[in-house]
C-alpha cells in the first residue's frame, strides 16, 4: 500500500513540474523579454556618474533629459516640450512638458531640472561633472521655463540637453535610479541580473513590453547556447561567429555598427609608449584590416583616429591610411628609439569581451614580427574599469571607447591632458591649445576645422594604435521586431515589440 | 598478472607512451609556429599541409594540439607534484604524530576538501588574475588533501607494524623512521594514486582553461582550444574534435595504467 501511495505521489509531483515547464514556455512569447548583456552594471547607476559604454546604454531606458536622441541621431524634446534659442546663442529657454512624471509617481518640476544641470555644473572649484557646463552662467526658473544663460556661445551645448534629469530630494540615485524614461527600474542582483518593468506613466509612446530582464552573460562562450536554449531572446552584440551558429535558428541576425573607436589603448606615461617613435612603430606593424579579416569575417571599418564614421561632421577618413602596414620602418622607428631588439609588453583585456580578446591574439602575432612581444592578460570586467581606467596601472589594453553625446568634444575633450578620462594619460600642448580653442569657438565651420585638427594630431602622435569602428551583430529572437540601431550607444528597449 | 590485465597494462603504457612522444615533440619541434596566422588557411580542412585543419585565425591546428599537450602536461604534472609533495609532508607528519597536529591539520584538510576544487581555483584567479602559475597554484592546492588523506591512511597502518615498534625499540629518531621506513613503503599507493591524480589534473587543466582561467590566449591548451572552437563546433567540427579526442586519449591511457597498477 505504502509503495503505491508513494508511487502515486511521485507521479503526481512529475506531472506538477512537467505542467511548471511547459507554462514558463507558452507565457516566453508576451509581454516579458529577457535581453543578454556582457557585464554588470558595475559602475553606477547614477546617470551622471556612470563611465561604462554598457552602463549607459542600459540608463538610457530609464532616464531621459530635455532632450533626447533619436535613431536618426537628431535631438527630439522628451522633458522639455519645446525649446529656443537666442539669436547671441547665449540663452536658451526650455519649455517643459506639465504631464512627465518619475517613476516613483511625482511630476517634475522645474526645481528637479535645475537640480539636475546644476548638479554636473561647476561645484564651486572650476570643476564640473560635464565640463561643457562650466560655461553656464546662470539657471533661472520662469514660469514652467527653464532659461539657461551661458557666458559664451557654444555650438554644441544643446547636445549636452540630454543629460538625465533626476529628482532633486533624492540621495540614493547610485543605488536606486528614478528617471522619468519608459522603463523604471526593479531591482539589481549583482553578477546575475537587472530588472525593469514598464514606466505606464511614461508621457510619451509607451514601451510594448512590459517586463524586462538584463541577464548578465559575462561568460562569451556561453550566449549561443544561452540565445538557443531561450534563457536570453536578445543580444545586441554578438561575434561573427556565434552568428554563424545561429544560423537556421529561431533568431534574425540585424547588422549595423557599434559607434565607437576600437584600438589598442597605449598608456603614454609608461616606458616605452612615452616614446612617439615606438607607438608609431606599432602602429605601423598592427594591420587593421587583417584583424578585421581574421577575427571579424570582414565586418568593420578601419578607422585612424578616435571618431568613428557615424559623426560625419567630424571623421577624417584619410587617417586610416597614414599607418598603412610597413614593416620596415616599424623596425626603423623602433631603432631610433632604442629598442631595436624589441621589447615585451601586456596587454590587458576584459575577459567578458570576445571581439577584444580576438583582437588582442592578432595583434600579438602581428607584433611578432617587429620583435615585440605582447602579453595578454585578462582580467574581469569591474578590475578593468578600476585598475585600468581609473587606475591608469596598465601598459596597453585594447577596447572601445564611445561618445556620450553626438559631439565631437564627447570623443576628443578626453585626451586632454588634465582630464579626468584621459586614461591614456595623452600629453600634447598643442592638442590641449587646440581642443581649447575648439571649445571657445562659436562658429561652427571654424570649430570643425579646429576639431579635425585635433584628431589628425591623435594619428600623427600615434596616440594609440586605431582599428576599427565595430560592426555590430544583433541577435534577436523571431518572436521579437522592432529593434533599432542609433548613431551613439545605446540600446533602446522600448522599440522593441512582440512580433505578432 | 592475468592476460586481460596484461593486455590494458600494454595499451596503458602505449598510449601513454605516445602521449608523452606528442610532449616531447610540442616541446622540441612542431610542423608551424602554433600562434601563426593565415588568413587564406582559415578554416581549412584536412589536407597534407594541415593534417588536422585550421582554426578561425588559420592556425595549425595539429601544431597547437601537440604545443596544447605539452602546456596541458606540463601544468598537470605542476600541480601533482605541488599535491603529492605536500600531501606527502601532511600526511606523513599527522599519520605518524597524530594528537593535536593530527586533528587541526585535517580538519583543515576536510575543509578543502569539502571546498570545490573549481571554486577554489576560482578565488585564486580572481584575487590574483589567470594564467598558468595562477591556475598551478590553485588546483595544486586543491589537490592536497586527497593525497594527505591517502598517505595518513597508509601511515598510520605501518606504524604500528612490528618492525617499526623494533626500529624503535633500537632507539631510532623520528626523522630516521620515517624516512628510511616508512616513506619507501608508500611507494606503491602513492604511484597509483599519482597516476589517477594525473588523471584528474588533465581534466582539471582542460575544465579551467574552457572556463577561461587557464594559460592566456593565444599561447594554445587543449581545454581552451575546446573553449575557442566551441562557437565553431557546427560549422568547423575539426577545431573541436583534434584537441578534444587527445583528452580522451590522455585519460584513457591513464586510467588503464593506474587500474594496473592499482590491483598489483
Same mark, same amino acid.
Given at each position: 500500500?505504502?509503495?503505491?501511495?508513494?508511487?502515486?505521489?511521485?507521479?503526481?509531483?512529475?506531472?506538477?513540474?512537467?505542467?511548471?515547464?511547459?507554462?514558463?514556455?507558452?507565457?516566453?512569447?508576451?509581454?516579458?523579454?529577457?535581453?543578454?548583456?556582457?557585464?554588470?552594471?558595475?559602475?553606477?547607476?547614477?546617470?551622471?556618474?556612470?563611465?561604462? /559604454?554598457? %552602463?549607459?546604454?542600459?540608463?538610457?531606458?530609464?532616464?531621459?533629459?530635455?532632450?533626447?536622441?533619436?535613431?536618426?541621431?537628431?535631438?527630439?524634446?522628451?522633458?522639455?516640450?519645446?525649446?529656443?534659442?537666442?539669436?547671441? /546663442?547665449?540663452?536658451?529657454?526650455?519649455?517643459?512638458?506639465?504631464?512627465?512624471?518619475?517613476?516613483?509617481?511625482?511630476?517634475?518640476?522645474?526645481?528637479?531640472?535645475?537640480?539636475?544641470?546644476?548638479?554636473?555644473?561647476?561645484?564651486?572649484?572650476?570643476?564640473?561633472?560635464?565640463?561643457?557646463?562650466?560655461?553656464?552662467?546662470?539657471?533661472?526658473?520662469?514660469?514652467?521655463?527653464?532659461?539657461?544663460?551661458?557666458?559664451?556661445?557654444?555650438?554644441?551645448?544643446?547636445?549636452?540637453?540630454?543629460?538625465?534629469?533626476?529628482?532633486?530630494?533624492?540621495?540614493?540615485?547610485?543605488?536606486?535610479?528614478?528617471?522619468?524614461?519608459?522603463?523604471?527600474?526593479?531591482?539589481?542582483?549583482?553578477?546575475?541580473?537587472?530588472?525593469?518593468?514598464?514606466?505606464?506613466?511614461?508621457?510619451?509612446?509607451?514601451?510594448?513590453?512590459?517586463?524586462?530582464?538584463?541577464?548578465?552573460?559575462?561568460?562569451?562562450?556561453?550566449?549561443?547556447?544561452?540565445?538557443?536554449?531561450?534563457?536570453?531572446?536578445?543580444?545586441?552584440?554578438?561575434?561573427?561567429?556565434?552568428?554563424?551558429?545561429?544560423?537556421?535558428?529561431?533568431?534574425?541576425?540585424?547588422?549595423?555598427?557599434?559607434?565607437?573607436?576600437? &584600438?589598442?589603448?597605449?598608456?603614454?606615461?609608461?616606458?616605452?609608449?612615452?616614446?612617439?617613435?615606438?607607438?608609431?612603430?606599432?602602429?605601423?606593424?598592427?594591420?587593421?584590416?587583417?584583424?578585421?579579416?581574421?577575427?571579424?569575417?570582414?565586418?568593420?571599418?578601419?578607422?585612424?583616429?578616435?571618431?568613428?564614421?557615424?559623426?560625419?561632421?567630424?571623421?577624417?577618413?584619410? %587617417?586610416?591610411?597614414?599607418?598603412?602596414?610597413?614593416?620596415?620602418?616599424?623596425?626603423?622607428?623602433?631603432?631610433?628609439?632604442?629598442?631595436?631588439?624589441?621589447?615585451?609588453?601586456?596587454?590587458?583585456?576584459?575577459?567578458?569581451?570576445?571581439?577584444?580578446?580576438? %583582437?588582442?591574439?592578432?595583434?600579438?602575432?602581428?607584433?611578432?614580427?617587429?620583435?615585440?612581444?605582447?602579453?595578454?592578460?585578462?582580467?574581469?570586467?569591474?578590475?578593468?574599469?578600476?585598475?585600468?581606467?581609473?587606475?591608469?596601472?596598465?601598459?596597453?589594453?585594447?577596447?572601445?571607447?564611445? /561618445?556620450?553625446?553626438?559631439?565631437?568634444?564627447?570623443?576628443?575633450?578626453?585626451?586632454?591632458?588634465?582630464?579626468?578620462?584621459?586614461?591614456?594619460?595623452?600629453?600634447?600642448?598643442?592638442?590641449?591649445?587646440?581642443?581649447?580653442? &575648439?571649445?571657445?569657438?562659436?562658429?561652427?565651420?571654424?570649430?570643425?576645422?579646429?576639431?579635425?585638427?585635433?584628431?589628425?594630431?591623435?594619428?600623427?602622435?600615434?596616440?594609440?594604435?586605431?582599428?576599427?569602428?565595430?560592426?555590430?551583430?544583433?541577435?534577436?529572437?523571431?518572436?521579437?521586431?522592432?529593434?533599432?540601431?542609433?548613431?551613439?550607444?545605446?540600446?533602446?528597449?522600448?522599440?522593441?515589440?512582440? /512580433?505578432? | 598478472?592475468?592476460?586481460?590485465?596484461?593486455?590494458?597494462?600494454?595499451?596503458?603504457?602505449?598510449?601513454?607512451?605516445?602521449? @608523452?612522444?606528442?610532449?616531447? @615533440?610540442?616541446?622540441?619541434?612542431?610542423?608551424?609556429?602554433?600562434?601563426?596566422?593565415?588568413?587564406?588557411?582559415?578554416?581549412?580542412?584536412?589536407?597534407?599541409?594541415?593534417?588536422?585543419?585550421?582554426?578561425?585565425?588559420?592556425?595549425?591546428?595539429?601544431?597547437?594540439?601537440?604545443?596544447?599537450?605539452?602546456?596541458?602536461?606540463?601544468?598537470?604534472?605542476?600541480?601533482?607534484?605541488?599535491?603529492?609533495?605536500?600531501?606527502?609532508?601532511?600526511?606523513?607528519?599527522?599519520?605518524?604524530?597524530?594528537?593535536?597536529?593530527?586533528?587541526?591539520?585535517?580538519?583543515?584538510?576536510?575543509?578543502?576538501?569539502?571546498?570545490?576544487?573549481?571554486?577554489?581555483?576560482? @578565488?585564486?584567479?580572481?584575487?590574483?588574475?589567470?594564467?598558468?602559475?595562477?591556475?598551478?597554484?590553485?588546483?595544486?592546492?586543491?589537490?592536497?588533501?586527497?593525497?594527505?588523506?591517502?598517505?595518513?591512511?597508509?601511515?598510520?597502518?605501518?606504524?604500528?607494524?612490528?618492525?617499526?615498534?623494533?626500529?624503535?625499540?633500537?632507539?631510532?629518531?623520528?626523522?630516521?623512521?620515517?624516512?628510511?621506513?616508512?616513506?619507501?613503503?608508500?611507494?606503491?599507493?602513492?604511484?597509483?594514486?599519482?597516476?589517477?591524480?594525473?588523471?584528474?589534473?588533465?581534466?582539471?587543466?582542460?575544465?579551467?582553461?574552457?572556463?577561461?582561467?587557464?594559460?592566456?590566449?593565444?599561447?594554445?591548451?587543449?581545454?581552451?582550444?575546446?573553449?575557442?572552437?566551441?562557437?565553431?563546433?557546427?560549422?568547423?567540427?575539426?577545431?573541436?574534435?583534434?584537441?578534444?579526442?587527445?583528452? @580522451?586519449?590522455?585519460?584513457?591511457?591513464?586510467?588503464?595504467?593506474?587500474?594496473?597498477?592499482?590491483?598489483?
Amino acid at each position: 500500500m505504502k509503495r503505491i501511495i508513494a508511487l502515486v505521489l511521485v507521479s503526481v509531483t512529475l506531472a506538477i513540474a512537467l505542467c511548471g515547464c511547459g507554462g514558463d514556455k507558452t507565457e516566453g512569447g508576451s509581454s516579458k523579454i529577457t535581453i543578454g548583456i556582457p557585464q554588470d552594471l558595475e559602475d553606477s547607476l547614477d546617470p551622471h556618474e556612470a563611465v561604462a /559604454a554598457g %552602463t549607459k546604454e542600459i540608463l538610457f531606458n530609464i532616464f531621459e533629459g530635455l532632450l533626447k536622441a533619436d535613431s536618426n541621431g537628431n535631438l527630439i524634446p522628451a522633458v522639455a516640450k519645446s525649446y529656443s534659442v537666442s539669436e547671441d /546663442a547665449l540663452t536658451y529657454t526650455f519649455t517643459l512638458r506639465e504631464d512627465v512624471k518619475f517613476h516613483n509617481g511625482n511630476t517634475v518640476t522645474a526645481d528637479d531640472v535645475v537640480y539636475s544641470i546644476l548638479r554636473n555644473a561647476d561645484d564651486g572649484s572650476g570643476n564640473a561633472l560635464i565640463s561643457a557646463f562650466l560655461n553656464i552662467d546662470s539657471v533661472n526658473v520662469e514660469g514652467s521655463d527653464i532659461v539657461i544663460t551661458l557666458k559664451a556661445p557654444d555650438p554644441d551645448f544643446i547636445q549636452y540637453m540630454t543629460l538625465a534629469i533626476i529628482p532633486k530630494d533624492q540621495s540614493d540615485t547610485a543605488t536606486n535610479p528614478i528617471g522619468t524614461g519608459p522603463y523604471k527600474y526593479v531591482s539589481r542582483s549583482p553578477q546575475e541580473n537587472i530588472v525593469l518593468k514598464r514606466f505606464d506613466e511614461y508621457w510619451g509612446e509607451k514601451a510594448y513590453i512590459e517586463d524586462v530582464t538584463l541577464k548578465i552573460c559575462a561568460n562569451a562562450d556561453t550566449i549561443v547556447m544561452d540565445l538557443k536554449g531561450g534563457s536570453v531572446d536578445f543580444f545586441a552584440r554578438i561575434t561573427t561567429a556565434q552568428a554563424l551558429q545561429l544560423e537556421g535558428s529561431n533568431f534574425e541576425i540585424l547588422e549595423g555598427t557599434m559607434n565607437l573607436v576600437q &584600438a589598442m589603448y597605449l598608456n603614454n606615461a609608461v616606458e616605452p609608449f612615452d616614446d612617439e617613435r615606438v607607438r608609431q612603430a606599432l602602429s605601423y606593424a598592427v594591420d587593421p584590416d587583417e584583424i578585421i579579416e581574421l577575427s571579424f569575417d570582414g565586418k568593420g571599418t578601419k578607422i585612424g583616429s578616435s571618431m568613428f564614421p557615424a559623426f560625419k561632421k567630424y571623421y577624417i577618413p584619410e %587617417t586610416a591610411d597614414v599607418y598603412n602596414v610597413n614593416i620596415e620602418k616599424a623596425k626603423e622607428l623602433l631603432a631610433e628609439a632604442g629598442y631595436a631588439d624589441g621589447f615585451s609588453f601586456d596587454i590587458t583585456v576584459p575577459s567578458n569581451y570576445q571581439p577584444h580578446i580576438d %583582437t588582442a591574439q592578432v595583434i600579438v602575432e602581428q607584433l611578432k614580427k617587429i620583435g615585440v612581444t605582447a602579453n595578454i592578460k585578462l582580467i574581469e570586467w569591474d578590475s578593468w574599469l578600476s585598475d585600468v581606467y581609473s587606475g591608469r596601472d596598465f601598459e596597453a589594453t585594447v577596447i572601445g571607447v564611445d /561618445a556620450s553625446t553626438m559631439t565631437a568634444r564627447a570623443m576628443l575633450e578626453r585626451f586632454v591632458s588634465d582630464s579626468s578620462k584621459n586614461f591614456i594619460n595623452f600629453s600634447d600642448p598643442e592638442y590641449d591649445e587646440l581642443i581649447n580653442k &575648439a571649445l571657445n569657438t562659436y562658429d561652427d565651420e571654424e570649430q570643425t576645422k579646429l576639431y579635425k585638427e585635433a584628431e589628425w594630431i591623435l594619428t600623427n602622435k600615434a596616440a594609440n594604435v586605431y582599428i576599427q569602428d565595430l560592426a555590430q551583430l544583433v541577435a534577436i529572437n523571431k518572436n521579437y521586431t522592432g529593434y533599432e540601431f542609433y548613431p551613439i550607444y545605446v540600446l533602446d528597449i522600448a522599440k522593441i515589440k512582440p /512580433a505578432n | 598478472m592475468d592476460k586481460t590485465k596484461k593486455l590494458k597494462f600494454i595499451i596503458g603504457l602505449s598510449i601513454t607512451g605516445l602521449i @608523452v612522444l606528442m610532449t616531447l @615533440v610540442g616541446i622540441i619541434k612542431t610542423p608551424y609556429d602554433p600562434c601563426a596566422m593565415d588568413g587564406a588557411a582559415k578554416l581549412a580542412g584536412i589536407s597534407l599541409k594541415h593534417p588536422f585543419g585550421c582554426d578561425q585565425f588559420g592556425r595549425d591546428i595539429l601544431s597547437r594540439v601537440l604545443v596544447g599537450v605539452r602546456e596541458t602536461m606540463l601544468i598537470s604534472a605542476c600541480v601533482v607534484f605541488i599535491g603529492v609533495f605536500f600531501g606527502t609532508i601532511i600526511g606523513t607528519v599527522t599519520g605518524y604524530f597524530g594528537g593535536w597536529l593530527d586533528e587541526i591539520l585535517m580538519r583543515l584538510n576536510d575543509a578543502v576538501l569539502a571546498f570545490p576544487s573549481v571554486l577554489l581555483a576560482l @578565488v585564486v584567479i580572481g584575487l590574483y588574475g589567470s594564467g598558468r602559475y595562477q591556475l598551478i597554484a590553485a588546483l595544486g592546492i586543491a589537490f592536497i588533501p586527497s593525497f594527505a588523506r591517502i598517505v595518513r591512511g597508509e601511515v598510520l597502518k605501518i606504524r604500528n607494524l612490528d618492525y617499526i615498534q623494533a626500529v624503535r625499540l633500537y632507539g631510532a629518531s623520528h626523522l630516521r623512521i620515517i624516512a628510511v621506513h616508512i616513506l619507501p613503503n608508500l611507494k606503491t599507493v602513492l604511484l597509483s594514486s599519482i597516476i589517477i591524480g594525473f588523471n584528474n589534473a588533465v581534466l582539471a587543466e582542460a575544465g579551467m582553461s574552457y572556463l577561461g582561467m587557464g594559460v592566456a590566449p593565444p599561447a594554445p591548451s587543449l581545454g581552451r582550444m575546446l573553449s575557442e572552437a566551441q562557437a565553431y563546433i557546427f560549422s568547423n567540427p575539426l577545431t573541436a574534435i583534434f584537441p578534444g579526442i587527445v583528452i @580522451v586519449i590522455m585519460i584513457l591511457g591513464f586510467s588503464l595504467l593506474g587500474d594496473t597498477i592499482k590491483k598489483n
